[in-house]
Each structure stands twice: as C-alpha cells, then as structure tokens.
Nanobody, 123 residues
Framework: VPLQASGGGLVQAGGSLRLSCAAA????????MGWFRQAPGKEREFVAA????????TYADSVKGRFAISRDNAKNTVLLQMNSLKPDDTAVYYC?????????????????WGQGTLVTVSS
C-alpha cells in the first residue's frame, strides 16, 4: 500500500495542525492505519492508530485528549488532527499500514510506511 503523508509544518506551542495520509493502494476491512513519530536522536514511537473497519482507535498516552485520528473511506485517507501542540511534539511524523485485525503500537508489525512529514512546534 503506497502511502503519502502531508500536512506538516511550523506552528507555535498551543496551535494545531492536521496531517493527512493518502493510501494509493487498496485498503481492506482488516487494514490498520497508524501514525508514528521520530524526534532527533530518539527512536520512532507510536502516536495513534485506527482500524479501517469500524473505526476503533488507539492513542499513545502522551497525545490522548489532544490528537484525534480519523479516516475518510471515500478518499482512502487517514487524518491526524493535532491540537494543543507542545514543543515535545516536534518530530518527523510517519503514517503506516498493516493488514490484519490487530491494532498494535509496535512499529515492526507495520509493513507499509509513508515518507514522513516534519512537524516543528516552537515555544
């Protein structure tokens, strides 16, 4: 599933951004879409995930209540609305996909990755 992420940029602390991930290939009902991020010098970490069928979601504790993941079935797109951004949210954000029912926060279970989009939050 080729993935194309977009929407990153520079924003002040407290601001909002919306990331978009377009899936060029076919998405099946058993597809799980996720967002991960990697800050300089740190490992890639889970942010949020959504099941294509049913829309159930999972979030990292660090973003609960501030970020919201959603999907647009007609456009084969997954969105990540990020509100109340903090400087610690600065990172390259990657969208990812896996075929399967399990919603996992582990990077190695996602077989498809987008190219990443940079989010910079200034204090």
């Amino acid at each position: 599933v080729p993935l194309q992420a977009s929407g990153g940029g520079l924003v002040q602390a407290g601001g909002s951004l919306r990331l978009s991930c377009a899936a060029a290939g076919r998405t099946y009902s058993s597809t799980v879409m996720g967002w991960f991020r990697q800050a300089p010098g740190k490992e890639r970490e889970f942010v949020a995930a959504i099941k294509w069928s049913g829309g159930s979601t999972t979030y990292a504790d660090s973003v609960k209540g501030r970020f919201a993941i959603s999907r647009d079935n007609a456009k084969n797109t997954v969105l990540l609305q990020m509100n109340s951004l903090k400087p610690d949210d600065t990172a390259v954000y990657y969208c990812a996909a896996r075929y399967g029912e399990m919603v996992t926060t582990t990077t190695k279970y996602y077989g498809y990755w987008g190219q990443g989009t940079l989010v910079t939050v200034s204090s």
